[in-house]
């Protein structure tokens, strides 16, 4: 309580000055004012020494919260400080009475990584060490040569600033971080480039997005063939801040696939009066050219997902059964097995836009065995039948990929046969380096026929690719150490 200063309630030594009632009422003596506190700062410290490690492990902040390690008034030596995340764009804040490392929200391992500043060792700086990998970890350690003394507070703070991004696997030349974070030199968050690690061929899609979250064995997915705009167009020398690697490492960026249909299943190619696999071959038309372009015209490349079927070749809808293990395809089987947004209304094809599988705006990956290709946004998306002798059927308001004569709705049937489709999609920026046509494939044991469909294994898939960094991309802080020597508590 803030003393009563009003002139006449204190004497000149700051005593309260008693007022005394008429008694008429019985109302007692009572003091006009508050007595003031006369102790000096250095009196509401209490000896209380003593060592402590403060420690905590495995922390998940998400974008635009932060963690209070610690913040405390007291007095005493701070012998060190480690802080290990799986992201090298972790702030951390750090305050020692006056002191603050980095205003407002700390320093980065990007940002001391990029400017050299790994074992630099000095009172009151944080040195980086470099992981290589968000499983290793990115740390920032603070050890100086002699303890650090402070007399009133110290404060640790970890802050997420990493902005939400649905451009990560996407195009992003033109990336700028949120405002207290360096700006990544390279967005290598961006599509262009592959994972590869050999012996994960076998393993499902969602292990393989786990592996690339945390990858061991294997470098994480970085497309180092790109640039930052701002970068080379001068605007370092206004301030800008620049930091290694990038911000969508970890848990932060971690993938999630969505298979198209046309690879999830290997409809029946009739032939004569039998039957046999027509799987569907991912084949690409035109590669990247000077990749991967500018923000305002990004390169492009052109694939083809073509039903591996002879020239003159249908899809069975003639011979055998239909049913969980016939060879014969009815409207629904030929319909599920359609991909990129295609449906299938007795006799037409058509594009819904609606649909989760169309893939325009959208990004797109594939996937062969130990290698995930990031491609970029597809642009376009259209379907041909007959090895492309047909009409170039597009979706409502949709553009052409091939510039045939176009249409939004094709026939689809061949007596009762089904036609085998060709889609074409035109996708920025592409891949940096070559890529390698390949087929999907039937498992070896446990494979499923259900009307003339056969379901695939997931060692060649190709479709829809998201990120975690599109809503929240979160920081996992793996570990946290503080060690510091308390001399006096605070009371109060």
Known sequence: MQANRTPGNFTPEGLPIAVPGDGSLGVPTVFAGTARDMRSPDSLFRVDERLIVTEFSNLVIDSGQNFDVLDISEAGELHSVVVVSDNPYLQVYLQIDDFR???????????????????????????????????????LVFEPQEPVKYTDRIRIILYNNIPSNNNVYGKDLSFRNSATLPTPATPAHMAGATFEQASLASVSLGEIAQAMTTPVGSPAYFSGKVYNEAAINGQILSGMKLGTDHPYVGIAGRPSFKSDPSCSGIPKEKVGSSTRNAPYRLKIRNEAERFPGTSSAYSEMTLDVVCQVGESGVLNGTNGSTGASGVKMDDTAYDSHLGFGATFSTPNVTFDTTSSDYPVGKRIYYRVGGQVAMLGVCTAVSLTFENETTNELIASGG?????????????????????????????????????????????????????????????????????????NPQILVKSIDVRRRKVYSKEG
Do not use: C, M
Request: glycine share 10%; aromatic share 8%.
């Open 399 to 471: 553009t052409s990929v091939l510039g045939l004569t176009t249409t939004t709705s094709l026939g689809a049937v061949s007596g009762v046969d089904y036609k085998a489709p060709e889609f074409h999609l035109k996708i920025e920026p592409g891949l940096a380096g070559l890529s390698t046509d390949f087929a999907t494939e039937v498992p070896s044991t446990g494979a499923s026929l259900t009307s003339g469909v056969t379901t695939t294994t997931e060692y060649a898939r190709w479709g829809i690719v998201t990120s975690a960094a599109d809503s």
């Open 101 to 139: 490392n980095a205003e407002p929200n700390g320093i980065t391992v990007a940002e001391l990584l990029y400017n050299g500043n790994l074992t630099q060792l000095a009172q009151r700086r944080f040195r980086a060490i470099d992981g290589q990998s968000p499983t290793v970890g990115y740390a």
